[in-house]
C-alpha cells in the first residue's frame, strides 16, 4: 500500500510584522505530507480587514495600481488591474 500523501495551502496575515504604513504581509503556508513552509505573496494589508477563518479580505478591495508576477517559465509580466 502506498503512503497517504497530503497538501494543503493556507493563507494568512502575519500581524505581527505590520509596517510603518500600517499593513502587514500576507503569507501562504503550503504543507505536504507534514512538512511545511511559508511564502510571502507580495500582497500586503491593513490588518482589521483580514478575515483569518475565510482566509481573505473582510472588504471588496479594489486595486488601483498594476501588479508584476514572475515565474521561472515565463519571467516578469505585468498584470491588468483587477475589476469588478
Known sequence: ???????????????????KKGKAPIYARITTTGQSTEVYTQCQIEPE?????????????????????????TGPRSLPPMTG
Open 1 to 19: 500500500m502506498l503512503p497517504r500523501t497530503t497538501f494543503s495551502v493556507v493563507f494568512f496575515c502575519k500581524k505581527t510584522k505590520v509596517t
Open 49 to 73: 480587514r483580514w478575515n483569518q477563518r475565510l482566509e481573505r479580505c473582510s472588504t471588496r478591495m479594489r486595486l488601483t495600481s498594476r501588479s508584476t508576477v514572475s515565474s521561472p517559465a
